[in-house]
Structure formats: C-alpha cells, structure tokens
C-alpha cells in the first residue's frame, strides 16, 4: 500500500543507523588484525560513533528545523552512506576511527529527524501504527546487529558490515525524495520561554556555541577516561584533558543560560535538570545504556580470541540480550505504559543489574559461551522493561512544550553512556588484568600485555612466551582475561543498581494523572509545527501512544494559548 512507503523510508535509515551500533562489537578482532589496532583504537571505533551520535542529536534537531526535516534526513542518509564506504575503505585505525565519526554526524540526522517525517506523514491510527513499526524497526536492529555482523565478517571481511549499508541508504533515499513531502522550517512559537523571555516567532536557530561546548566536554572526558588508565590518572596529559572537560561544561551552561535568557532556543534547557523526576529519569537513562551494554566489546573479544569462536557463534552468543529485550517490549511495551513510570524503569534496571552479578558468577577462566546464556537473557529483559517508558516518562515530566527536547536529552544521555562506560569500563579491565599478569612475573610488561590481550592479542602473548612457559602463560591469560571481566561485570551491575535504586527515590508520577504518562485530548500537530515537537527524536514501540495522543505537539498548540502551556500542563508543570 503506498501510505506506507514513507514508513518504509524511515525504517530503513533506522535499521542502518542502529544496526551499526551493535554489528561492529562481532568485527572488532578482524579489525585489529587486519589493521594493527590498539584496544584504545578499538574503544574509539565504537565511542566515535556513540560520541558524535549524542553531542549532535539536538544541535541536528534544530539544524532540520531550519532548512526542513526532509532534506535532513536524506542530508544524512547520504552521508551516513559515504561515511560507510570510507569505513570499509580505511587502511588504518585512524581513518576508520575519522569515518565512524563522520557516520555518527550523519546518524544524529537521521535519529533527529525521523520521528518529525512519521508525524507528517500519518494521522490517528495510523500515527501509532506507523511509530510501532518504527520502534519493532529499533528493536529488530538491534537483535540482529550481532548476528549480521558475524555472518558478514565471517563469510565475507569485516568492511562489508559497513558497505552492506550502501544499497539500503541509496534505497532510503530514492524513496524519501519520491514519497515523502516536503516539510516547511518550523519557526519558534510567540509567548514567553522558559525563563521568562520573550520567543517573537521567528526562525528557529541553532545553538551552535552550546553544542560546539557540549562535544567537547563529552569527547574530552571520554579522551582523558581512556588515557588516564594508560599513561595514569595524575600525568599531566590526563590532568589537561580533564581541565578542558571542566571548562567546556562551564562554558556549556554559560552559553544555554544566556541563550535561554535572551529567548533562543536552548541545545538543552538545564533548568529541567532542577526537577527531581526529570534528572533521575536522564541518570538512569546514562547507566541502563551503560550498564548494561558497555561490557559487550571485551565480551565479544573473549569469545573470538579466547574460546576461538567464529564471528557468527560470537554473535549468537551475543544475541539473547537484544533478543530477550526485543521480545519483552514487543510484547509488554504497551501494557508498561499503564503503570507508574518508576516500577518498569526502576525494576528494569534491577534486573540488568542481577544479570550482570550472573554473568560475573559464571565468569572463571575455564568458563564457556553458555556461561553467558542466563545473565544476557535477565539484562535483556531488564533493558526491555526500561527502554519503551524511558522517553514518555521524560516527556511527561516536563511542561508540554518542552517534551520534545526532553525526549531528545533521553536519546542523548543514552548515547552518552554508552560512550562512558566503553571508556570506564576497558580502564578497569586493563588494570585488574595488568595486576593478575604481574603476579607470576612470567610476562615481562603486564600493563602493555594486558591492553594487548584486550585488543583480541592472547594468542600473540602465549606465542611470544618462551616453550617452557607457554602452558602457564596460557593459563595465566585466561585467568587474566576472566578476572578483568569479573570486575567489569562487577562495575556494570553497580552502575545499574544505583540507576534503579535513582529512578525508584526521585521519580513520582506527574500528579493528576494515575501513571505518570501525561494525559491530553488527541488532536492532530500542524504541519509546520512538528520541529518543534519532534525533532530530538522518541524511541520505541511503546512511545507510539504519546506521539498518537498528540503529546510534544507543544509548538502548534501553545499558540492557541498566547504561548503559554495549554491547561493540561498544569499537573506536568508541578511534578
């Protein structure tokens, strides 16, 4: 039927964007042997991606709200295409690292824009089929990245799990140019902002300062994470870094407080970050991302460097998380909806928390992959008990008018842990592993060692090693590598505890309502209102019902209101 060809479009640049996020973990030990790769190289292959992702989400936003959410879109199809080519083209660490990042920028224009072409495109029960399908498009990818990305590295090479991208962007464009309209840019809405300034309907602007100062402070405290572990936390290299992280958040809100004041359009109004349940909601949406899929490189290491699996049995290894996740929210999502948003996100953090401590139980240095069955398969439902209220539960703790950059600061936080914990996460790995290399005094630089067993190297280590020593240097690796998991499984399921344990204290439904999930008449959004309202960009199946009632629409019906919040805002507003 060809109403749902734009649905189409929108899906296939989703599947590509998120697919990628999980299909390069099975290709990583076929990266660094194909092109000499530092575990440090490796991190930055997923945390360049992860990183540009969620520093321009929002700033990508308010660029489609000034030159139209088509041309975004189809801007970043386009460049998410190139940058795929280039990946599989690089010759070095470096460039692919450059590449990622540059997929990342085209990737935020996609994420950003795509929730504003299914609001124009579809009204009524269409709108919350055509959101559904999206986010069932989300979960789908997600399940599959692992195992594609074996099938293609094993049975072709790892840069083919980028250039697979090409035929889909190109399709995903055509179509998008053919079947979806062109969008008008969004202008802001007459009335008072925020913090008491006057918004006089003009064009809407970027607030390039505020995300120029965002990405980085981000990319700063990930650079100096990263290295603090390697050439220590108190050198001056490390020491630097991190000043320029504190400066660059200083300057960051600076710049979004004067924007705000001077009635601009913020990148992010910090003044959300003042309410309990909004600033629990974005803590916990960083640690459920973090804790429960940081640990993923080194696991996907371990299986291929240590068991020897193949890149396929890695990944199907690997696919009961996303599996287990996309079946409870496929399943449950919108039943969750119906409860108080603390209990499925709070609980679903638990959870991923108790699976973490199972994967730790059955890590040992003899263990095996179904070591790893029952501990993805309770994070998984965890993430799938979390993820589908996270961004209706953000958008309902704010006024209506601000729930679409709510939405996006979710997406972003998300991102943002994911970006954190790869950097976090590999500094406790190398350094536990260092120290257990170190005991025996059989390897002659245990740190050096240890980040080359994290890069996928064991079998380099045991082969170096002298003949007489090599059956305890091979059992000393396992124990090595085994040990460093245990402590970051340790540190994930801390992370997700103490998400939970947040979002349990601090979040409270919104009052007047009996789940929290903001209640308002269903109503169409104009046309040329959606930027506003859409542009950071909702996620998931169970978020179809909050875009169908019309919540976000704020831009188009706040007018109605001589811009101030409609009534319904007012138990949002006291939340």
């Known amino acids: ?10 899906c296939l640049g989703a599947f590509i964007l998120l697919v990628d996020v999980t299909i390069v973990n099975v290709a990583l030990p076929s990266m660094a042997a194909d092109l000499g790769a530092s575990f440090t190289s490796l991190q930055w292959v997923i945390d360049g991606y992860a990183l540009a992702l969620a520093a321009l989400l929002l700033a990508s936003g308010s660029l489609a709200d000034r030159f ?10 386009g460049l998410f295409g190139l940058a795929s080519l280039a990946c599989g083209l690089a010759p070095d660490a470096e460039v692919l690292i450059a590449a990622r990042v540059v997929q990342g920028v085209g990737g935020a224009a996609m994420f950003a824009t795509a929730p504003a072409l299914l609001l124009t495109s579809y009204q009524g029960r269409d709108r919350g089929t055509a959101f559904g399908v999206w986010g069932a498009a989300n979960g789908a990818a997600a399940a599959a990245g692992p195992l594609l990305g074996g099938l293609l590295t094993e049975h072709f090479s790892w840069p083919t799990i ?15 140019l053919r079947v979806v309209r062109a969008d008008r840019p969004a202008y802001q809405p007459v009335g008072t902002s925020g913090h008491g300034a006057r918004l006089d309907g003009t ?22 994470l990263i290295r603090g572990g390697e050439v220590g936390w108190a050198s001056v290299e490390t020491l630097t870094t991190f000043a320029v992280t504190t400066s660059a958040l200083i300057a960051f809100v600076v710049i979004e407080h004067r924007t ?32 429960a899929f940081g640990c993923l490189v080194l696991v996907s290491l371990w299986l291929q460097s240590m068991l020897g699996l193949s890149p396929v049995a890695a990944g199907l290894a690997l696919t009961p998380l996303a599996g287990a996740s996309f079946l409870v929210a496929a399943v449950a999502g919108r039943h969750l909806q119906r409860l108080a948003p603390h209990l499925p996100i709070g609980v679903g953090l638990l959870s991923v ?30 993430v799938g008990l979390a993820t589908p209220v996270l961004v209706s539960a953000a958008t309902s703790s704010v006024p209506p008018q601000q729930a679409g950059m709510a939405g996006g600061a979710v997406n972003t936080f998300r991102q943002l842990g994911m970006t954190l914990a790869i950097a976090v996460f590999g500094t406790v790995f190398t350094s536990r592993a260092a120290a257990v290399l170190a005991g025996p005094g059989t390897v002659p630089d245990p740190h050096k060692s240890a980040s080359a067993l994290a890069a996928g190297q064991a079998r380099r280590l045991v082969d170096a090693a002298p003949a007489a020593d090599r059956s305890a240097v091979h059992q000393l690796v396992h124990t090595a590598f085994a040990t460093g998991l245990d402590r970051v499984f340790l540190a994930s399921a801390l992370a997700a505890a103490i998400g939970g344990l947040i979002v349990l204290t ?3 439904p919104a009052r007047g309502t009996a789940t929290g999930h903001a209640t308002v008449p269903e109503q169409g959004t104009p046309k040329d209102d959606v930027g506003q309202s859409a542009k950071y960009g909702w996620q998931g199946a169970g978020d179809a019902e909050d875009v169908e009632t019309g919540r976000g629409a704020g831009t188009g019906d706040d007018r109605k209101h001589g811009g101030g919040p409609r009534p319904e805002a007012n138990a949002a507003q006291q939340s």
Do not use: E
């Not at 059955?362 to 998984?380: E, H, I, S």
């Open 1 to 10: 039927m060809r109403k749902w060809w734009p649905l189409t479009a929108v």
């Open 68 to 77: 139209g959410h088509r041309r975004s879109y189809v801007c970043g199809l």
């Open 162 to 176: 980028f250039w697979v991208n090409l035929p889909i962007a190109a399709v995903a464009i055509a179509t998008t």
């Open 203 to 224: 064009r809407a602007r970027v607030d390039i300062p505020g995300a120029t100062a965002f990405t980085i402070a981000a990319a700063t405290l990930t650079y100096g």
């Open 260 to 291: 705000a004041r001077r009635g601009g359009v913020p990148m992010m109004d910090l003044a959300l970050l003042r309410r309990p349940s909004f600033a629990a909601l974005m803590s916990g949406a960083l640690l459920l991302q973090g804790g």
């Open 353 to 382: 928390a108790v699976g973490m401590l199972v994967l730790r139980a059955g890590m040992t240095a003899d263990a095996g992959r179904t070591a790893l069955m029952g501990g993805l398969v309770v994070t998984g439902i965890g």
């Open 506 to 508: 601090f979040v409270r």
